[in-house]
């Protein structure tokens, strides 16, 4: 199946699919209401990542069907976790398990137990650094769709078609989530999101495949997992648990000087499109050390950008 075909297949999916989800996840009450840590003023949908799963579906089928393993992991989890709130252990098992199913289905240039470890960290840091960065309209879908086609634009074969669908896919869910959002990713679409990207960064590494090429697309992870990090480093230092949501997000500290909300999204989208285009550019090229250097300019710039919001303190320290 060509690209196009793969493309135009699961952008209809999506298109088609997406309103059927919303109605499916207001008769089971599986909805994202207002709260503290929730900025919208009414009830919205979840289960959207329902829709972008079966647009992915066309990819996964038309290239390597064994992806769907993962994929189908990371979206019951995240359902689960949208509907019943799971404790911080099995939602990490889970994650653990669909980071193995990747390394599973996926070649690596490592093999044995340091390829499978490479990928279930990577795998774990993106399922979760995408569901925090899932805090604004147009956010995670944005940046993903981003780093996806900048995946795809160094993957071949099975790899390829599945970053199609996923580019495709997310184009058809913006529709419905562009601001203001009708529908959410809900845990489900942010699991499903982290590990197809995941999936993608794996097959980046693929055996035959330059070194230069994987190591340039972990810039394609750099937002997500930055994230992670930072929500790391802030929590700690206020003595908040680790595992406990906070409004204190790079993006939330946007929003809180005056920042409308789809700017701060599209601050996130441009940066991550900044990053990819130099990672591109650097697969492109032909030495491993530019690769290295490029990520570490990346780290450099997001934690430059990060102090500058002040996304390193607790969101009740006041800004400077």
């Keep these: 199946m060509s690209d196009p075909v793969i493309a135009a297949a699961s952008l209809v999916v999506v298109l088609l699919a997406t309103p059927m989800v919303m109605a ?3 008769r089971t009450d599986i909805v994202d209401r207002p709260g503290p840590l929730k900025p919208q003023s009414s009830a919205v949908p979840y289960l959207g990542g329902v829709a972008v799963f079966l647009g992915l579906s066309v990819g996964a089928a038309a290239g390597r069907p064994s992806v769907l393993l993962p994929l189908a992991l990371a979206l019951v989890l995240g359902v689960a976790d949208d509907r019943f709130d799971l404790a911080a252990a099995p939602r990490l098992a889970g994650q653990l398990a669909i980071g193995l199913a990747v390394a599973a289905t996926s ?13 279930v960290v990577v795998a774990v840091l993106a399922v979760n650094g995408v569901n925090l960065i899932d805090g604004l309209d147009l956010l995670a879908a944005g940046v993903c769709l981003v780093g996806a086609a900048g995946l ?3 993957v071949h074969g099975s790899g390829r078609q ?3 669908a996923l580019v495709a896919a997310l184009v058809g869910f913006l529709v419905y989530n562009r601001p203001p959002a009708r529908i959410y990713l809900g ?3 942010s699991y499903l999101l982290g590990t197809a990207i995941a999936v993608l960064v794996a097959d980046a590494w693929a055996p035959g495949l330059p070194l230069r090429i994987g190591l340039a697309a972990l810039a394609r992870v750099a937002v997500p997992v930055a994230g992670v990090a930072f929500a790391v480093v802030r929590r700690a230092r206020s003595g908040r648990p680790l595992l406990e949501g906070d409004r204190g997000h790079p993006y939330d500290r946007l929003v809180a000087r005056g920042w409308p909300r789809p700017a701060a999204s599209l601050a996130y989208v441009a940066v991550q499109a900044g990053l990819v285009a130099a990672a591109v550019a650097v697969a492109r090229s032909s030495t491993t050390a530019v690769a290295v250097a490029v ?7 997001l934690v430059a950008l990060a102090a ?3 996304a390193f303190r607790s969101p009740q320290e006041a800004d400077p």
């Design 162 to 164: 599945l970053g199609v």
């Design 295 to 301: 990520d570490a300019a990346g780290a450099i710039v």
């Design 308 to 310: 500058s919001t002040g």
């Design 107 to 119: 070649p690596v240039h490592l093999p044995g137990v340091i390829g499978t470890l490479l990928v």
């Design 152 to 154: 795809t634009a160094v």
């Design 24 to 26: 499916a996840a207001r």
């Design 187 to 189: 845990d489900g679409g």
